[in-house]
Structure formats: C-alpha cells, structure tokens
C-alpha cells in the first residue's frame, strides 16, 4: 500500500497557486525591520483574530496587525518556548521561565483586556508539576476544560477543570517517566468523547481522556519534533522521511510517499505543507527550541492539495525556515535570517486557467469541487474537457463527459457532433443517458430510436422499450414507422395508448377481429372514443360483430368499479368482466418472446352497473356507411329500448323506404320492400315514437308511400290535403266518407268537395245530393253561396237543388215567424216597462199592506213603505231603511250581471274569438251590441250606494211616506 502511494506521488503534478512576496518595508524593497528584529530570536509563534503573535528568547511577546505594525510586552523573564492561541477568544496560552531554574510556568493571557502596564491581563499563572524537564509540547482544548503538557523526559501532565477559575489547578501525571521524549500532543473531539493522541520520538499512543484516561498504542513508530500536525478533520498526521502517515483512533490510516526528510508539517485550510530539508537529511536536534537546524542552509518548502493529488507550491530556496504560521487567508514562512515571506493562494478562476492551459481538465474538475464551485461552472469544465477529447479523436472519452453535462448543456450541441454515421454509437450512449435523466423531449427519443434501428440492436431496443423513460407517443410513431410493429404495440399496450395500439392494427396490420376483441375489453369511454373514430372500418369488415358491439354500447348499461374501489369514470368498462384480446398472428407471438408476455393493461375489479352511462347511438349512425341492413338492425335494437331520439326514428323510418337496388316487377313492390313498408307504417302509429312528422311527411311523399302520407295527413289534422288526394284520385266515395268523418271539424270540407263536384264533367249528381244534404243539416254555406257554386257547373238542372232550396226557404219562413212573434213580445213588455216606470214617476202610490212582511204582525207606526208594495215595521228593519229586505238580493245579482256584462263589452279578444268560432257571427255582434261594446265608456253600477248618492225612487217614496205618518201623528 505505501509502495503504491510513493508511486502514485510520482505522478502528481506540480503547479505554483501561490504567490511568494517578502513582507517588506512600507515604500522600500528591503525587509520590514521591525519584524527582522523579532522574527531573529522568536522561539514559538501562534496566529488568531486578525493577529500574528511572536513569543521571543527574552520572554517577550509580540503582536503584530495586518499592517506588521507591532507591539511588545515582557510576559517572562527568561523566555517562551510555547504558545496556543484559541481559535473562537481572544485567549493566549503560554509557557516560558520566570526563573534562573529553568522551572515552567503557564499563563493564561486575555489579549482584549489591558492592564494597568497596557499589557494584556494575565488571568491565571502556575507552575508546572515536574517543571524542571524541560517542556517539548502543548495541546489546549478550545473551552479550557484540559490542558496536556509534554515534557522531554516522556512523561505528560494533564491539567483538567476550570483552570482560570480554580484557585487549586489540579495536575496529574497521565504517562509515567520513559526514555523517549513527548514530541507532539493532539486533543480530538469526537461526539462527546475526547481523544488524546501522543507521539514520541518511537511511539504514537491514544488516551481517552473522557474515559478514565484508557490508553491505547497506536504504533510503535514515532515522530520528530514538528513533524506532527492535526487535520480540519481531525486526523493526526505524522511525517517520516520514508511517507506521510494519517492516524485514526482506531490507528494508521492511509499514507502519502512524500519522500525526504521532514522538519516542519503545518496545516493551512485543505493543504498540508511540509518543511524538507534540501540534502535529504533531518534535523539532529529534536528537543532544540529552535528546531531548524543550523547545518541546513536551504529548506524545501511544497504544498500538497491531498484532495486534488497535485501539489499546490513548490520552492527549494528558502533559507533556515524558523516558523510556518498561517492568517488572514495567507501562510507566512519565518526564516533564521528574520525574514518573513507571505504566501497568498490564487483564487479558483486563475487556478482553473492555468490547468486549462495545461489540458489538465480532469484535476480541473477536482479542484472545482473540492472549492464548492457552482455546478453550472462545473459543467462548463466538463463541456470543456469534453470539447478537448473530440478534437483528440477520444470520441468514447468525450461523450462520457458530455453526458456529465445533461441538465445543463443545450443536447443539441453534443448531437451536432455526433451525427456522423460512424459515431453513431457514441450518439446513442449519449441520447440514452439523457432518457435516464428524463430529459429527453420527442426528438430525441425520435433519434435514439432511429439509431437502435440503423444499428439493428434489438437487445437496446427491447431494454429501451422496457425502461419506458421516454416519449411514449414518439416512440410508438418511431416504432411503426421502422416497422417494429410488436415493439409498437407493446408500448401502446402497456401504457394504454388505445388509440394507437388501434391505428397499429387496422391501418398496419389489418387485424380487424383483434381490434374489436380489444376495444371490447377497454374503459367505457375509450371504448366509445375509438367506436367512433374506427368504426367504419370494422363494420365493413366484419358487420356483424361490430354492430352487435355497438347495440350493446347504446343499449346495456355499464358495469363500473364498485365505490369501494374507485369512483373514477374513466374505468367505466363495457362488460361485467374484461375478456383479453386473443393474439394468434405472429406479431403477438413475436412481442411475447421479446417481452416476456404481454402486459397486463386491465386489471378485473368487482364491478357495478351504472344505468346512467349509456352511448349515444345518433353518434354512430355514420359508421354504418354502405351497410344500410346492419344500419336497420342497430336502430330497431336502440328503439325496442324505448328511449330513441328523433334522429333515430327518422333515419330508421328512411332506411324503411329507402328504392330497393334491384328493380321491381310492373306495378308491384318487391316483397321485401313491401315488408319494409309495413314497418314504416307500424312505426308512423306508434304512439311512442317521436319522429319528426314534417321529416316523415316529406319521406313519404318522395318514396311514394301512400299509407304513411295519409296516415300523416290525418295525424297533422290536413284534412284538406286528404280531400285533395282524393279529388286527384277522383275517387268519390273516398271523398264523401272523408267527409262524412272529418267534417265536424272542419265543416269546410263540404264546401271544398261541393265546388269540386261543380266542377267535375261527369255525372255527379247522387254526390251532390250527399254533400247539399249535409251541408243543409249542419247549415254550413248560405244558400246563395251554393246556388252560385252549383251554377258554374253548365250541366246542372235545378231538380238538383230543387229539394235543398225548399227545405232551406221554409226553414228561413220558420225561422221569420219566431222572430216576429219574438219581437212581438218584447216590444210589449218593454211598453209595459215603461208605462209602469211613468206612473211611478207622476201618480201617488197608494200603501195598502196591513201586515209587516217580515214578522207578519199588523202594521203600526211607526212603518216603512216600499215601491215593490213591501211594508215593514221600522223597528224590523234595524239600520237598512233604504232598501227593501225582500227585494235587495234579487235586484244585486241584476246589476252584478249589468255590471259583468258592460265590463265584458270592452274584452275585445275574446269578441273577435267568439266571432271566429261561432258559425252564426251576426248572433255575436248582436250580443255584444246588446251588452254596449259601441257605447261610449259608462261608469259601472254598484250595488250598494254610497251615502251622498241619491236614493232610487222607491227608497225615497219609503222615506215620504214614514214622514208623513209621523206628521199625521
């Protein structure tokens, strides 16, 4: 494994992403010497928070800003060997002497804070235990919770609790006394657990210092010092000049062959940076507080992006480095001499550049990702590499990359390429990457097909066919087109394509039988869909199935999935269970063999009848084109059902009488149409039809059918027309039997059949006694009016007429008489009237009444005397002196009827419709004229007056009278 990791190493490329500058003077070339002086005699260095700080041999600290402008503080007297800086405070953690004896003391540093010197405050100061060994490493955990000191005797400390808090800090020896010094100490967090990992110069050991400091060796090799350094992942990694080690809990992990020897490893965002030296030798101090040795002049100094495998920087110039610390986006290289280099990374767009110009589109496409790049950027680099490896000729190479770009790239650009027949391959892989991601649109799935067909790889096909990741119709079009007719019917099949699965079999492979079986078997509506649209091909080839099909559409009710299983209309079925189609041509034995059968398309749920659902049968009369007998059987079956429409009986009523193909004998009907015939007629009297009667009329009269236009004639109350058929006729008898029955009502039937018989040349004189004696009986005409019909005929005698003009002058003698003796009567008691009115009117009326006509008692006064010869007592007529009890109701409903009958005299519509219908309309104007139709507008009568009305006569003639008894009293 680290063979082939060295191996591996060999290959990796070199590329210069960062760019190295001397930290100079402001305005100068020459080295800043502020930080020239510092950087000579620092012996530990720490970064955070925007601040580089320096501990110094003469134990002073010094902080520098982003401008290198630094300050000082004396934080010992002696000198630092160690520092930490915590990433999220401003806290510094420090080890140095404050004594002649070399003892160590810690403290802690809060940098935000000054004291009263305008040094930072010192929150806690402590010897460590054993602090005569000198100090050789430090690990801090980010809260301060635990604090591991290394000492060069092997042993370390542990510092746990609140350290700034406590007054007491608690040390304990964790490793006891050994011969090879502590090298390197690393805290990692792992969940709640934490991890202590220790390296020596010949051993790496873990301590869970969570859980009872339980120890753990990791391996049995160590470390120089500096040659250790902790991960963002928080893997401990460890330089050997042989390799480069990662270490886990559980141990080693994987190892880079960084050959040579190592100084320093330091840690700067993904990178890892390793200090080399350049004779390949390492350092011979291990403990020195400046490790850098002094016998090396020159160090190399590389960059290795682990992620990419390419290393980032490389410079073998750098002379003694001291120090490698990293802020504010930029590593920072400390050398013997006091100079400090900065190295700042170059942004991800001049890296991407750079390996573009290289070709090397592949560590692009890394780096891209592993600096969280946009996607579309990404795919660009794709769409770029691609483009590189087609202008190579690496066709296979480039369509795999082009197909990293589907979702993003324009397809149509990759496919411009590949067009060529003799990449056509290289298409097809690509277009089929793009049906996978379901972003192909019909014209692509056109070409895919296309090309599985030019290649003849049915194996793709039946896998492309299968994975149904596509444009179900394009496919089925591309399909039929390269006659893949079992392919095409599988996917019609399979994802309910009725309408092409259809198309297939009638249009390509003239299955018609199996096309019927299969709309039999489909959901209500498809089924009536595709009945109308295919149709007239199935009834022409095979008439009988398909009309049987169709009456039982429009006839049988639907049987539909029971409510338990779904509501849905479109599962609506035409029979209870759904039979599959037989397939016993070779297309359906090929698709089984390509497919594996076919698939299921219906599945058979508990069904119920749904009597609602039923096809309209006017919607399928046009497929019934040149198949008039099976047009027949399919209307008589919608109509035995009870519910046809108009159009129905119409069309079936013209197939009826429809001429007859084959000419019939001489003044006869072809059986045939003579029984058609008859169910013309049957259906015309059916009382349940509801044909369209001026359609059938019109029927009738083209085909000639005698009986049905009679029928009609007498149905639409045309009794004129019937007589004019006959008159045609000249069929006499007809005529008069016509009349006899029809002329109640329409009385001038008479008159219509007198004028013809006028007219006729022949002898009709027993007819015209018929017809003048009905119209004599129901006095039809004036018989002036028939006199002058009779005399247009010249051949007419007067002994024709001689009886009906008797008859009608004695009756018109009779009928003079009544009238006389009428008016006779009338003007008598009009007279009687009006003398009777007159002697009321000037002579004095003399009371002659004894009784009271309501209680019969003798009269006595005071008494009430009427006009109408009524006397009553006054006290029997209560509070109504002015009428008189007896005669008020009788002489109400006569003015009620005077009243209806003047206010009847102004309803001028029903007096033109009495004049209308009443055959003597001199009686109605008459009427009218009585009730005052022509006076000029009267007010109507009440029957009761109002007060300031005055009495009639009789009522005042009461009043005199009671007035002139009370004054005779």
């Not at 504010?328 to 550049?353: A, H, M, P």
């Not at 027993?766 to 006095?779: A, F, G, W």
């Not at 009608?808 to 009687?832: A, F, G, M, P, V």
């Not at 009639?952 to 009043?959: D, E, F, L, Y």
């Amino acid at each position: 494994h680290e063979h082939h990791a060295r191996t591996r190493m060999i290959q990796w490329r070199r590329f210069q992403f960062f760019d190295k500058d001397l930290v100079k003077e402001e305005g100068s070339s020459a080295p800043n010497e502020t930080l020239r002086e510092i950087v000579g005699k620092i012996t530990c260095c720490g970064s955070g928070r925007g601040q580089l700080i320096l501990g110094e041999a003469d134990g002073f600290i010094s902080i520098v800003d982003r401008d290198f402008k630094a300050y000082s503080f004396q934080a010992y007297e002696y000198g630092i060997t160690h520092m930490h800086h915590l990433k999220e405070r401003a806290i510094l953690i420090t080890i140095g002497h404050d004594d002649a004896a070399i003892t160590s003391t810690i403290k802690i540093w809060n940098l935000d804070k000054m004291d009263k010197n305008d040094a930072p405050l010192c929150l806690k100061s402590f010897k460590v235990e054993r602090g005569t060994v000198p100090v050789t490493c430090m690990a801090v955990m980010e809260d301060l919770s635990q604090v591991a000191i290394g000492l060069c005797n092997g042993v370390v400390v542990m510092i746990r609790g609140d350290i700034i808090r406590d007054k007491v800090v608690k040390q304990k020896v964790l490793k006891g006394d050994g011969q090879d010094p502590v090298t390197s100490l690393a805290f990692r967090v792992q969940g709640r657990s934490i991890l202590l990992f220790v390296t020596t110069t010949n051993s790496i050991l873990s301590y869970w210092t969570s859980n009872k400091d339980q120890e753990t060796l990791l391996d049995e090799q160590g470390a120089e010092m500096g040659c250790v350094v902790m991960s963002d992942e928080q893997d401990l990694i460890v330089g050997r000049p042989e390799a480069v080690y990662f270490y886990g809990p559980d141990g080693r992990g994987p190892c880079f062959g960084f050959e040579g020897g190592k100084v320093r490893l330091a840690w700067f965002r993904s990178y890892l940076i390793i200090v080399g030296t350049e004779s390949g030798t390492p350092s011979s101090s291990a403990i020195s507080s400046i490790p850098a040795p002094q016998n090396v002049k020159f160090n190399t100094f590389n960059i290795y992006d682990l992620k990419n495998k390419f290393i980032a920087f490389t410079e073998n110039r750098f002379e003694n480095i001291t120090q490698v610390v990293s802020e504010w986006g930029s590593i920072f290289v400390l050398t013997s001499d006091g100079r400090v280099f900065q190295l700042e990374e170059k942004d991800t767009q001049t890296k991407l550049e750079t390996l573009f110009k290289k070709n090397l589109y592949s560590v692009a496409i890394n780096l891209a990702h592993s600096q969280h790049y946009d996607h579309n950027s990404i795919v660009d680099i794709f769409r770029r590499y691609g483009d590189h490896l087609y202008s190579k000729g690496d066709y296979d190479g480039a369509i795999g990359q082009y197909q990293r770009t589907i979702g993003h790239l324009e397809p149509s650009y990759v496919i411009r390429k590949f067009l060529d027949a003799q990449r056509i391959h290289n298409l097809t892989s690509y277009l089929q990457a793009l049906h996978e991601r379901g972003l192909a649109n019909a014209d692509h799935t056109t070409l895919l097909l296309n090309c599985y067909t030019k290649l003849k790889d049915v194996q793709k096909l039946d896998n492309f066919i299968k994975a149904a990741n596509f444009d179900i119709e394009t496919a089925i079009k591309v399909c039929r087109q390269a006659q893949y007719y079992s392919h095409a019917l599988y996917l019609a099949e399979k994802h309910g394509e009725h309408e092409h699965y259809l198309k297939i079999l009638l249009e390509d492979l003239q299955d018609y039988q199996k096309a019927l079986d299969y709309i039999s078997t489909l959901p209500f509506l498809e089924a009536e869909k595709n009945l109308k649209k295919y149709g007239k091909s199935l009834v022409s080839a095979l008439p009988e199935q398909s009309t049987k099909l169709l009456m039982r559409l429009c006839t049988q009710p639907a049987h539909v999935p029971a409510p338990s299983t779904t509501s849905a209309l479109s599962h609506h079925t035409l029979t209870s269970v759904a039979t599959p189609p037989s397939r016993p041509n070779t297309e359906d034995a090929m698709r089984d063999e390509l497919f594996g059968g076919a698939p299921k398309t219906h599945d058979i749920e508990p069904l119920v009848e749904d009597t609602t659902l039923k096809a309209v049968p006017e919607e399928f009369i046009h497929v019934f084109v040149n198949q008039p007998e099976w047009l027949t059987t399919f209307l008589e079956s919608i109509v035995q059902q009870g519910d046809a429409s108009t159009l129905v009986y119409n069309t079936l009523l013209e197939l009826y009488l429809r001429e007859d193909q084959t000419p019939s004998a001489a003044g006869k009907l072809n059986p045939d149409r003579q029984r058609r015939f008859d169910k013309a007629l049957d259906l015309l009297k059916d009382p349940k039809a509801q044909y369209d009667e001026g359609h059938a009329l019109v029927l009738c009269q083209v085909q000639g059918f005698t009986s049905g236009i009679l029928y009609l004639y007498e149905k639409l109350k045309l009794y004129n027309e019937i007589i004019q058929f006959y008159m045609d006729g000249a069929d006499y008898d007809q005529l008069i039997r016509v009349c006899t029955r029809f002329g109640d009502k329409a009385p001038n039937l008479w008159v219509q059949v007198l004028s013809y018989f006028a007219g006729r040349e022949e002898d009709c004189q027993k007819q015209l006694e018929q017809v003048l004696h009905s119209i004599e009986k129901d006095n039809l005409i004036p018989p002036l009016l028939v006199i002058q019909i009779l005399a247009q005929k010249p051949t007419t005698t007067l002994t024709v007429i001689k009886d009906y003009i008797t008859k009608r002058l004695l009756s018109e003698n009779k009928q003079i008489q009544d009238d006389y003796r009428l008016i006779r009567s009338y003007t008598e008691e009009t007279e009687k009237m009006r003398q009777e009115i007159h002697d009321l009117r000037t002579s004095a009326k003399i009371f002659q009444q004894s009784k009271c006509t309501a209680c019969l008692s003798p009269l006595d006064l005071p008494a009430v005397h009427f006009l109408c010869n009524h006397s009553f007592h006054q006290r029997c007529l209560g509070d109504n002196e002015r009428e008189c009890p007896v005669c008020t109701p009788n002489n109400r409903k006569l003015l009620d009827v005077k009243r209806l009958l003047m206010e009847s005299a102004g309803q001028h519509d029903q007096f033109f419709k009495r004049l209308e219908g009443d055959p003597d309309g001199f009686f109605v104007v008459s009427e009218y004229f009585g009730r005052g139709i022509f006076n000029a507008p009267a007010s109507v009568p009440t029957p009761t007056p109002s007060p300031s009305t005055n009495p009639p006569p009789s009522q005042s003639a009461a009043r005199q009278s009671v007035s002139a008894r009370r004054n005779g009293m």
